[in-house]
Nanobody, 125 residues
Framework: QLQIVESGGGLVQPGGSLRLSCVAS????????IGWFRQAPGKEREGVSC????????KYADSVKGRFAISRDKAKNTVNLEMNSLRPEDTGVYYC??????????????????WGQGTQVTVSS
């Protein structure tokens, strides 16, 4: 059974960087897309970035393009999200999720079935 655990959240000042990691256990991820989603207080969950685990194609929300980078490490069954130039509006709970292979392009939460518990990211001075 596929299980997902996120790590790497924390408090960072505006302009700073964080690296989130998503480790999967129970199954290899070649048949999946992996996505990072976030939810701020009072707001709906939104897609941040998604990746096709087998071929490595990626998609980013417009708000994070050029600042965030998603990558996979097949040897470790891990997907990372490198977040740079962080802004206060990036604050929220970040979730990693697995969905079907084609889910990476819409990168919409309803297409993802297996979710981690989330990790808090707070960008504040």
């Amino acid at each position: 059974q596929l299980q997902i655990v996120e790590s790497g959240g924390g408090l960072v000042q505006p302009g700073g960087s964080l690296r989130l990691s998503c480790v999967a256990s129970g199954i290899t991820l070649d048949d999946y897309a992996i996505g990072w989603f976030r939810q701020a207080p009072g707001k709906e969950r939104e897609g941040v970035s998604c990746i096709s685990y087998m071929i490595g194609t990626t998609k980013y929300a417009d708000s994070v393009k050029g600042r965030f980078a998603i990558s996979r490490d097949k040897a470790k069954n891990t997907v990372n999200l490198e977040m740079n130039s962080l802004r206060p509006e990036d604050t929220g709970v970040y979730y990693c999720a697995a969905g079907g292979r084609s889910s990476w392009y819409p990168c919409q939460s309803q297409l993802f079935d297996v979710w981690g518990q989330g990790t808090q990211v707070t960008v504040s001075s």
